[in-house]
């Protein structure tokens, strides 16, 4: 008679996520297995191949949109509103980074691969904010035609800032080096 789960996946795969961190993607299932309190064995049982395993471990989080978006058009600053929503796409790609810098540090990563099995989290940002700039516009407090441009700019900066951090590279403080990029944006957006 089969034993009965003690440990859930998602509890497998945070110890595997942890180690992959630490010791990328050569990390060994042995290891892991020791950590979480297993055989090897059921993680092949439950995950197939290591590739598969590592995959299942190193999903994405997802982004809290309503969170990050809480707000409403026409009220407050557009500025202010626009620096409030980027300090929370940054720490949203803050905890993107070190996964997907693991993620693509594997040898047999594709992108075409991981976007079927994953939702691009920077294109639903990407969609949020071309909806919020575009609520402002209607309203007149944004110009309306140059917004998808302003959302792919600010988005790879922000990108760029939680790359650098990740990489341990020196930065100027994150809120001043956002309200300067949104500063220089809105000379293009400002009605």
């Known amino acids: 008679m089969p034993r009965n789960k003690t440990i859930s996946n998602e509890e497998i795969l945070a110890v595997a996520r ?5 010791e990328g993607v050569n990390a060994s299932t042995r290891k892991i297995a020791k950590q979480a309190g297993i055989s090897e064995a059921v993680i092949y049982q439950r995950f197939g191949t290591k590739e598969d395993f590592f995959f299942s471990a190193m ?7 309503d969170e990050i978006f809480r707000l409403k058009i ?23 980074m070190p996964v997907f810098l693991t993620l693509i540090s594997h040898p047999s990563f594709s992108m ?12 639903q940002l990407s ?13 007149g407090r ?5 917004s998808a ?10 990108h760029n800032i939680a790359l650098y951090e990740t990489l341990d590279a020196p930065q100027a403080k994150i809120e001043r080096s956002v309200a300067d990029a949104i ?3 809105w000379d293009g957006l400002a009605p």
């Open 18 to 22: 942890k180690l992959f961190f630490q």
């Open 59 to 65: 999903k994405l989080p997802e982004a809290q949109l």
């Open 74 to 96: 026409g009220e407050g600053k557009v500025v202010e509103n626009l620096e409030r929503i980027s300090l929370g796409i940054v720490n949203y790609f803050r905890e993107v």
């Open 112 to 123: 075409p691969t991981f976007l079927e099995r994953h939702s691009i989290p920077a294109t």
């Open 127 to 139: 969609e949020k904010l071309i909806d919020y700039l575009t609520g402002e516009s209607k309203l």
């Open 142 to 146: 944004v110009r309306g035609n140059n």
């Open 149 to 158: 441009i302003a959302v792919d700019v600010l988005l790879s900066y922000l």
């Open 183 to 185: 500063a220089l944006l």
